[in-house]
């Protein structure tokens, strides 16, 4: 049967979207490997526009990230266990969030001198691909006003502006600004409250951005968990929509032949029930084949050495990679280019087994493996929901920006652990949620150059007996 063509497919050829009617008839098989391969292809696009609509529903900026599209909104304080916008965010800097949409023109941001703080404003579009990454490793840290321009737009910039080409209408600026505890938010929210965003036909005019439009009906879980529950024909559909202002990349064109095969054509509507029969069964059969590997994809992304895996390769920038870029956007949506910032995640201890929080660890850095850094660094608790879990003392990242003590050797213990480790140990202690398992990340940003080239990597987790 897995050899069987699909019959009733070719007399209905001519019904399928525009494109399909000259391709050969597809097996079974092939069908559901396509809408497998599509399911996993689009992954990214649709948790973009998931987030999104999420993070625009207000009708004006929160002391959050949340602001109307072309709007920053600015978180004001770390993330707290009830964020849950993103996926594993992060502790150690405070958020300069931008949904953007420069399908009618550009937008023009303006820059402030951070002063000598550290960061990045990197852009993704809406496949998850960052395409630049404006900041204190690539721009510095001067004053600078520049321009996200979206496809197809002819018209000239002022003198100044430095221009930055979105390869969709829309797409996302996660910005991230170093951040040393909490006494060091008001210098922090000073450069914050001079990033500003206006489309270029309000640019050195007066201007007062619009209310945003808000459903009170919105669903705000989170986004992973919204795509997962959604069923073929809403995802199929969403996808082919969002491809009517989210053009594919130009080296996408083979698996945009494939999904011609089963009716999915860019810039065209799509029903899984107008569909042959049996195509319809390979796009309903697809979210429960292609999730699995989704997430498995995340598990096991990069290299794994001493129970910690890194990725170091085709992260931020996936070309053809779409396993991998679903992965990323599964479990670290807004994941920057190695350059700016390495994570390494360990989802296990130095023995293989899975961290439990109910067990205690340490993780032993020797003097020479204090992590090379030329930014910060940070390691990150994240509860089996990959969000952030309560604990007694709010301490969710610990890292080189704390009162750390060190040994006198000059090496450094983290503690890891659901209770105190003692008066003594506190200021080393990373808290385990209150039940099930965890994982963790280090961020190292603007690593050295061995981090990228793999010469360093992290140190095991040890289980204390």
């Not at 840290?141 to 321009?147: F, K, S, T, Y």
């Not at 036909?201 to 808000?214: L, T």
């Not at 009162?403 to 652990?417: K, M, R, T, V």
């Amino acid at each position: 049967m897995k050899a069987l063509f699909l019959a009733a497919a070719c007399a209905g050829a001519a019904a399928l979207a525009s494109g399909a009617a000259a391709q050969q008839p597809v097996s079974m098989e092939e069908a559901r490997e396509i809408a497998r391969d599509a399911y996993i292809y689009a992954y990214p696009l649709v948790l973009m526009e998931v987030s999104g609509h999420i993070s625009t529903n207000v009708p004006e900026p929160t002391g959050s990230t949340s602001a109307p599209v072309n709007q920053f909104g600015h978180a004001l304080a770390f993330p707290d266990p009830s964020f849950t916008v993103v996926v594993r965010p992060n502790a150690d800097t405070l958020y300069s969030s931008l949904i953007f949409d420069v399908s009618k023109e550009p937008l023009v941001v303006t820059v402030p001198d951070s002063g000598g703080r550290y960061y990045l404003l990197p852009m993704l579009d809406n496949w998850t691909d960052v395409f630049a990454s404006p900041g204190s490793r690539t721009t510095g840290n001067g004053a600078q006003v520049l321009a996200i321009v979206g496809p197809g737009w002819e018209g000239d910039l002022p003198a100044g502006i430095a221009r930055y080409d979105s390869p969709t209408a829309g797409g996302w600026i996660g910005g991230r600004v170093q951040t040393n505890g909490t006494a060091d938010y008001d210098a922090v929210h000073a450069f914050q409250n001079g990033l500003t965003a206006v489309p270029l036909s309000a640019y050195g005019k007066p201007y007062e951005p619009p209310k945003g439009e808000v459903d009170p009906n919105r669903d705000v879980s989170a986004p992973p968990d919204q795509v997962d529950e959604m069923d073929a024909a809403t995802f199929f559909a969403t996808f082919a929509d969002l491809m009517k202002s989210n053009p594919p990349h130009a080296n996408d064109y083979p698996i945009i032949d494939r999904m011609k095969r089963i009716g999915i054509v860019p810039g065209e509507g799509f029903s899984v029930a107008d569909q042959p029969q049996a195509i319809q069964d390979a796009l309903n059969a697809a979210p429960e084949e292609a999730l699995p590997l989704i997430k498995a994809a995340w598990a096991k992304a990069g290299v794994l050495e001493n129970g910690w895996r890194t990725n170091l390769a085709a992260i931020g920038t996936y070309g053809a990679d779409y396993l991998h870029r679903a992965g990323v956007a599964y479990g670290g949506l807004g994941a920057n280019v190695p350059d700016d910032a390495v994570y390494p995640t360990a989802f296990a201890d130095s023995e293989g087994r899975p961290f439990d929080s109910g067990r205690r660890y340490v993780m032993h850095f020797d003097k020479d493996q204090i992590p090379p850094v030329r930014a910060f660094w940070s390691l990150t608790m994240y509860n089996d929901r990959q969000l952030f879990a309560d604990n007694p003392i709010d301490r969710y990242a610990i890292g080189d920006r704390d009162d750390l003590a060190f040994n006198p050797d000059g090496s450094l213990d983290l503690y890891i652990q659901r209770a105190s480790p003692g008066a003594d140990k506190d200021s080393n202690w990373l808290p385990a949620p209150q039940s099930g398992s965890f994982t963790m990340n280090l961020r190292l940003y603007w690593p050295s150059f061995e981090v990228i080239d793999g010469r360093w990597s992290p140190p095991p987790v040890t289980l204390v007996e």
